[in-house]
């Protein structure tokens, strides 16, 4: 088989299937022409990664499991992990039900566990794009998307996303920018990453107060962006890169709308985006 017909008989990504190929989990033979060939053993492999992943293992321990061919050991090991994180996330419900005032908290408990049963659409993009490309993207985005997919309108708009990451060129990054990246991904957790976006937030909602504050110090970046210490840093090139993407893939004309249908938060966090650029060209007007 070849790329698209995997995709077919799998129902993974070709950047998925081109990432579990990068983590050595398959190995397809190249043939004459220079096309990937994948054979009977590859197609169940992958079939049984798509399982895997679905079942929220990681690519590490996917690996594992493969390699040992589904010992019990290894498979024992991500239930134990899975079982410690239910357990947290157990006793953390518990005591936001207790905070719960006046509330009833059996009618909450069964709300919780509703939504337990459906995932995300981070989680779900997640495990279409392993890898850096995915985790890039929804940690852009991830507030809004931590609901899970309601509405006729947001599986269609969940649809065209998937469509666009998976057909688009990804921006063309340096190894060692990318290298530097991936390492700071590690750091930002989902912790790190709510605490930072929940302050960009309140900045975008109220940036007549902020720009009142802190009016100096952004005059002094936007002077330090123009530098050519700026542009020479890996932050620097990534957002030129990045914005030359968004302005000739499509990103702003087909991703941007259809994250804007997909999650009601973002639509709301977009127009508040508009509001605040606005004040921000009135204080700013020398700036692009």
Same mark, same amino acid.
């Given at each position: 088989?070849?790329?698209?017909?995997?995709?077919?008989?799998?129902?993974?990504?070709?950047?998925?299937?081109?990432?579990?190929?990068?983590?050595?989990?398959?190995?397809?033979?190249?043939?004459?022409?220079?096309?990937?060939?994948?054979?009977?053993?590859?197609?169940?492999?992958?079939?049984?990664?798509?399982?895997?992943?679905?079942?929220?293992?990681?690519?590490?321990?996917?690996?594992?499991?493969?390699?040992?061919?589904?010992?019990?050991?290894?498979?024992?090991?991500? *239930?134990?992990?899975? !079982?410690?994180?239910? #357990?947290? +996330? %157990?006793?953390?419900?518990?005591?936001?039900? /207790? $905070?719960?005032?006046?509330?009833?908290?059996?009618?909450?408990?069964?709300?919780?566990?509703?939504?337990?049963?459906?995932?995300?659409?981070?989680?779900?993009?997640?495990?279409?794009?392993?890898?850096?490309?995915?985790?890039?993207?929804?940690?852009?985005?991830?507030?809004?998307?931590?609901?899970?997919?309601?509405?006729?309108?947001?599986?269609?708009?969940?649809?065209?996303?998937?469509?666009?990451?998976?057909?688009?060129?990804?921006?063309?990054?340096?190894?060692?920018?990318?290298?530097?990246?991936?390492?700071?991904?590690?750091?930002?957790?989902?912790?790190?990453?709510?605490?930072?976006?929940?302050?960009?937030?309140?900045?975008?909602?109220?940036?007549?107060?902020?720009?009142?504050?802190?009016?100096?110090? *952004?005059?002094?970046? !936007?002077?330090?962006? #123009?530098? +050519? %210490?700026?542009?020479?840093?890996?932050?620097? /090139? $990534?957002?030129?890169?990045?914005?030359?993407?968004?302005?000739?893939?499509?990103?702003?004309?087909?991703?941007?709308?259809?994250?804007?249908?997909?999650?009601?938060?973002?639509?709301?966090?977009?127009?508040?985006?508009?509001?605040?650029?606005?004040?921000?060209?009135?204080?700013?007007?020398?700036?692009?």
């Amino acid at each position: 088989m070849k790329i698209n017909e995997v995709c077919n008989a799998t129902g993974l990504t070709k950047k998925a299937i081109n990432y579990y190929q990068k983590k050595k989990i398959i190995d397809p033979k190249i043939d004459e022409s220079g096309y990937r060939q994948f054979n009977e053993f590859e197609i169940e492999r992958l079939k049984q990664v798509s399982i895997l992943r679905s079942l929220g293992l990681s690519v590490l321990e996917i690996k594992r499991v493969l390699d040992s061919k589904f010992s019990k050991e290894e498979l024992r090991k991500s *239930v134990i992990r899975k !079982q410690l994180e239910n #357990e947290l +996330s %157990e006793k953390q419900t518990q005591l936001l039900e /207790q $905070l719960s005032d006046g509330k009833n908290i059996e009618e909450i408990n069964k709300e919780i566990l509703e939504l337990n049963r459906k995932k995300s659409i981070k989680e779900k993009l997640l495990e279409v794009f392993p890898g850096f490309y995915g985790r890039f993207f929804v940690s852009h985005f991830s507030q809004f998307l931590e609901e899970p997919i309601k509405t006729e309108e947001q599986r269609k708009a969940y649809k065209v996303i998937v469509s666009f990451l998976d057909q688009v060129d990804p921006p063309e990054i340096s190894d060692e920018i990318m290298s530097q990246f991936e390492e700071g991904m590690d750091f930002w957790t989902d912790e790190k990453l709510k605490e930072v976006e929940e302050k960009r937030q309140q900045n975008i909602e109220n940036p007549e107060e902020f720009l009142d504050e802190y009016s100096e110090t *952004v005059k002094q970046y !936007q002077v330090f962006k #123009e530098s +050519s %210490e700026y542009k020479s840093s890996p932050y620097g /090139q $990534l957002m030129e890169v990045m914005k030359s993407f968004g302005q000739t893939s499509g990103y702003n004309d087909i991703f941007i709308p259809a994250m804007r249908k997909l999650s009601p938060s973002y639509e709301e966090y977009y127009q508040n985006l508009l509001k605040a650029n606005e004040v921000f060209k009135e204080r700013f007007p020398d700036f692009k």
